[in-house]
């Protein structure tokens, strides 16, 4: 928790840097994940329950687990103490055991005063929840209530190998109920561990959103184009994108570590693309000069829309964070259209809520590019290209535009 928060650390990369046997991990993962999805409620009680701040941060640390435990309910009271007292330094279990049991006696007064705090109430910064409410005055407090639940388990099924009604018999025959909720998508009524999906390992299935696998058909390929993924790791859009139609496809990242987490998913899946690590804007370093029929830009962005994924994301980001994106992902728009033969298209895509990332970007672009054209989108619960998140999938933002 301190990596993540101390020093602005994902929390993926943080877990992935932890030696953990097997048995370990599904609980150390709960926990983080737990935590950081009520960081702002957990702080306001630990503040309430504390006469003076702490100097130490690793017993806060220990302070907000403990609080956590004994919030869900899932492990007795007091185990979830006698846990945090045994993790304690000596010096400090006398106070870890004071502030927890002072938080099971008062618990319900503590709650009252601690949801009065809008931070609290929502686990979001205020800059957050005050962005939000401003761009989204009907629906601010359904999008920071879908941040804060769990995310549905989501199936791109690769219809290379197999399809859609074959995959949930063989689903149902080990007992795991799903439905149909996209054109290759199943969503599990239960998540289940990865390695557990029935013919993962031999490249049946993926997981992926139900709103990112909006992206490949809104590309709208046709076998034999040449087409370019720009900022292609981890790989879910560029693989579906094969799995669709048959295409000279460049899959480009600037992270080389990334590109091969492409690599290992283009072949557990049975699929080929060229992979080049390189800065999708500077194509000067990289392109062949030859014009592609269709491109994803996938920008990078503060996504805000995926943080019931990424917990930490919401602590970590700051207010000035999208503008500054907004500046590469213009940049980034850029240096990518050239690269563009007349009357093809370029899907932009982030995964943001904040319209600074998204309408603002493309709105700014348009204007400068008078031989840009936006084209409407069927995009179902879409609302100008822009997905909310809900229970059916994460929150994104598209926007389609032809080189006339």
């Known amino acids: 928790m301190a990596t993540v928060l101390e020093q602005g650390r994902s929390l993926d990369r943080a877990l992935a840097s932890l030696a953990l046997d097997g048995r370990l991990r599904p609980a150390v993962m709960d926990l983080s994940y737990g935590v ?13 329950l504390l006469e003076r701040p702490l100097t130490d941060p690793a017993i806060r640390y220990l302070l907000l687990v403990g609080l956590y435990e004994l919030l869900e309910g899932r492990t007795p009271a007091y185990a979830a103490v006698n846990e945090a007292v045994a993790a304690a330094p000596r010096r400090a279990g006398g106070l870890v055991n004071a502030v927890l049991r002072n938080f099971q ?7 009252q005063a601690a949801l009065a705090d809008p931070v609290a109430r929502w686990n979001h910064p205020a800059w957050w929840i005050a962005r939000l409410e401003e761009e989204y005055p009907d629906d601010w407090q359904a999008i920071l209530d879908a941040a804060n639940r769990h995310p549905p388990m989501t199936l791109r099924i690769n219809r290379r190998r197999t399809d859609v009604q074959a995959y949930l018999d063989r689903l149902s025959e080990l007992g795991l109920e799903a439905e149909r909720s996209g054109e290759c998508a ?9 390695p557990e999906l029935p013919g993962f390992a031999e490249g049946l299935v993926s997981v992926q959103d139900l709103g990112a696998q909006y992206a490949a058909p809104l590309l709208d390929c046709r076998d034999g184009m040449r087409v370019l993924d720009a900022c292609a790791a981890p790989g879910g859009k560029t693989a579906h994108l094969l799995e669709r139609h048959d295409l000279e496809l460049v899959a ?30 500077s194509p ?16 990078p962005c503060t996504a805000s829309g995926v943080v019931r994924r990424h917990p930490d994301g919401k602590w970590l980001k700051r207010a000035d964070d999208a503008t500054m994106l907004a500046r590469r992902q213009g940049q980034l728009l850029e240096a990518l259209w050239p690269l563009l033969r007349a009357g093809g298209k370029l899907l932009y895509a982030t995964c943001s809520l904040f319209g600074a990332e998204n309408r603002e970007v493309v709105r700014t672009f348009l204007e400068h590019h ?11 619960g879409g609302r100008q290209g822009q997905l909310l998140p809900d229970s059916h999938h994460d929150g994104f933002f598209y926007a389609r535009l032809v080189k006339t």
């Open 284 to 299: 000067a370093v990289w392109w062949d000069g030859s014009p592609y029929d269709r491109i994803l830009l996938d920008a």
């Open 370 to 380: 008078p031989e840009a054209e936006e084209e409407p989108l069927d995009l179902a």
């Open 36 to 48: 950081l999805r009520r960081l702002g409620l957990l702080d306001k009680l630990l503040a309430l």
């Open 105 to 111: 006696r008062r618990r319900e007064a503590l709650l």
């Open 186 to 194: 199943l969503t599990l009524e239960k998540p289940v561990p990865v």
């Open 252 to 281: 480009l990242d600037r992270d080389a570590a990334r590109l091969e987490r492409v690599r290992d998913n283009l072949s557990r899946l049975g699929l080929t693309a060229t992979l080049r690590a390189a800065d999708a804007g």
